[in-house]
């Protein structure tokens, strides 16, 4: 995952949806948990492609690591893949 923040598995821009799933999973009785977690890799994220990847929005890493998340803190189930772009 690291440098890049891809997914070791499809290459897409991770959390990517397989990610997310699994992520739901493990969460499923613990939607804070969830999202320390994707705060804590947010704030990596933001510090490893600052140095890596200079032109990388700060706002679109954020949608794109907690974007997904409902407002009660939990999982939106993650998308089927039918309609919609992928991440930034």
């Given amino acids: 995952m690291r440098p890049t923040y891809r ?3 499809c290459a897409a821009h991770w959390p990517c949806p ?3 799933l699994v992520l739901t999973r493990l969460y499923q009785d613990d939607p804070a948990g969830l999202r320390r977690h ?4 947010l704030r990596h994220a933001r ?5 890596t990847a200079p032109g990388v929005d700060a706002a679109a890493l954020t949608v794109r690591f907690l974007g997904w998340l409902s407002p009660d ?7 089927d893949g039918r309609g919609s772009a992928d991440d930034p």
């Fill in 7 to 9: 997914c070791r598995t």
């Fill in 18 to 20: 397989t990610a997310r």
């Fill in 38 to 41: 994707l705060t804590a890799h």
């Fill in 47 to 51: 510090r490893d492609l600052a140095e």
């Fill in 73 to 79: 803190g939990g999982a939106v189930p993650p998308d």
